[in-house]
């Protein structure tokens, strides 16, 4: 059986290479294999939006999203 035990390990990110992309959305799409979120920034005055990233996960990776999230942003 597999040993569970959270593996210490380094990000590294080189800032040069790796854009900070601002968003003023997020869509979420899902269906029983996974979850879908398309982050979009407004253009200019006209109402519309583009996607600048996409992200794929499985279900239980974004219920892990999510529960991190909670607990860094103190949510209960």
């Given at each position: 059986?597999?040993?569970?035990q959270p593996t210490e390990f380094s990000i590294n990110c080189d800032r040069t290479k790796t854009p900070i992309?601002?968003?003023?959305?997020?869509y979420v799409l899902t269906n029983?294999?996974?979850v879908v979120l398309d982050f979009a920034q407004s253009v200019g005055p006209a109402p519309?939006?583009?996607?600048v990233s996409s992200m794929g996960m499985?279900?239980?990776?974004a219920k892990q999203l999510i529960q991190?999230?909670?607990d860094t942003l103190g949510i209960e």
């Open positions: 059986m597999a040993d569970n992309l601002y968003t003023d959305s997020v029983e294999h996974g519309q939006q583009f996607i499985t279900r239980e990776q991190t999230m909670k």
